[in-house]
């Protein structure tokens, strides 16, 4: 995902997803032969075909030029199209905000498509999936502007763990989501059944195929609707529906806002650790614009190694290597502690570490009312007596975090309760709240 745009403004905020997406779920892979329906035809699958790498990337303005001139799916027409088409006219502020939040995103987007000879009209897709809000969480746990769900991000080598979850990387979650849509291309050969597939899992599509066959009927996506439940049987329809809005904005009364055909963002490689808000102050941004290019990391210490890449705008890049190499301070102010036994409290912990228990929690998402279990592992302050290096790399990849309610807190605060309910500043017993104390009062 490099995309560009040459304006932070409102973009960082991520505001909550539009409407308009109705945010379907990328389904996790369901298990199916390795061979596709389209092999199985005997048909020769066509050819995906990268562009020439002497070509003008540049030769547009606009991305959404770009975009425009290299579609390549056969347009679908039918009444759910028109349905989607017309829901986009009739709320065109909706498309306007969910385009931008993509403006940093789909430079880098639409780049890779072409590198791999991909109708670029598959970077609207997020607009489907997500709303283009890399922080959006669906019902079904998929997470992303690609909405992988945990399995199959996995299958794509997208690491999640406690610290990082690559789903939500705009760089690592665009490769996985196109070598996934390429390989449904592969498996199909036909883009509407790749997308019925990303969307409803490959197993179903081909299965939906197979009985199509065996009733001697047509298996192209119009035919197959009928056995795709409804999310399924709207997916494709919906990106038709925004590929015919930004073919034509002015006809709909949707106004895209411009976007630079150019890099929006640079890569920094990591190799150690360093603080989320030390990063941005490095990169003189503010956290909140810091955490929209990189939305990828957890916690408020970024975890370095030889894939750890930070995204910054270029000139904001620039001066984040100026101030590194001034920089006098420890990069890192975080490191990990086992908990070992239940029966500690935040409070303990807090006080141990120089702390205080709202510190605790904030870093590690630890609920009101909850304990951590035994096993955990959680982030604390470094201090004079903690380990001043980085965090090893067994602790990264095995670090669990659980909680559990803290019973005996709530059975106190029960107790204090009925006292507070039950007695009077005397000690002695007082009405409850009924009927006829009511009328006393």
């Known amino acids: 995902m490099k995309p560009m745009h040459d304006t932070k403004r409102s973009i960082f905020t991520l505001a909550a997803l539009a409407l308009l997406a109705a945010a379907p779920l990328s389904q996790a892979m369901d298990a199916a032969p390795a061979s596709g329906a389209y092999a199985a035809s005997g048909i020769e ?5 990268p562009m020439n790498p002497d070509a003008d990337d540049y030769r547009e303005t606009d991305v959404w030029g770009r975009i425009r001139s290299g579609y390549a799916i056969p347009d679908l027409n039918n009444a759910l199209v028109t349905r989607h088409t017309q829901a986009y006219a009739a709320h065109p502020g909706n498309l306007s905000r969910i385009s931008g939040r993509a403006s940093p995103y789909l430079y880098h987007v639409v780049s890779e498509l072409e590198k791999r ?8 897709l997020p607009v489907i999936e997500s709303a283009f809000n890399p922080q959006a969480m669906s019902s079904a746990n998929a997470a992303g502007l690609w909405q992988f769900v945990p399995g199959t991000g996995k299958d794509f080598d997208l690491r999640q763990n406690m610290f990082k979850d690559e789903r939500r990387g705009v760089i690592a979650s665009t490769d996985a989501a196109l070598s996934y849509l390429q390989r449904l291309y592969t498996m199909f050969g036909d883009w509407p059944l790749a997308l019925a597939a990303y969307n409803w899992g490959e197993g179903n599509v081909q299965r939906a195929i197979k009985k199509n066959q065996e009733l001697g009927k047509p298996t192209d ?25 930004v073919a034509n904005p ?16 640079t890569t920094v490689d990591k190799t150690s650790d360093i603080d989320l808000a030390i990063a941005a102050q490095l990169a003189e941004m503010s956290l909140d614009e810091f955490k929209a290019l990189n939305p990828q990391f957890k916690k408020p210490v970024i975890i370095g190694g030889e894939r750890t890449k930070i995204l910054l705008p270029k000139e904001n890049a620039e001066k ?11 990069l890192s102010t975080w490191t990990t502690h086992k908990i070992t036994s239940a029966r500690v409290t935040i409070s303990q912990l807090a006080s141990k570490f120089g702390t205080t228990p709202e510190v605790i929690r904030q870093a590690n998402n630890i609920p009101p009312q909850m304990r951590l279990k035994a096993g955990s592992t959680i982030l604390v302050p470094k201090t004079s007596a903690s380990n001043q290096g980085d965090i090893a790399e067994n602790i990264i990849e095995n670090a669990v975090l659980a909680f559990e309610s803290d019973r005996s807190k709530a059975k106190r605060n029960a107790s204090r309760f009925k006292a507070k309910a039950g007695t009077s500043k005397g000690g002695k017993r007082i009405a409850r709240n009924t009927s006829s104390a009511r009328k006393q009062r």
């Open 117 to 124: 000879g991909m109708p670029t009209e598959l970077a609207l």
């Open 221 to 245: 996506f119009d035919s197959l609707a009928e056995l795709m439940p409804a999310e399924t049987r709207n997916y494709v329809p919906k990106l038709q529906a925004v590929k015919n809005v």
């Open 250 to 265: 002015s006809q709909y009364g949707v106004t895209l806002p411009a976007i630079d055909n150019q890099p929006y963002f």
């Open 45 to 49: 699958r066509p050819a995906l075909s």
């Open 320 to 330: 984040f290597h100026i101030n590194l190499a001034q920089w006098g301070h420890a």
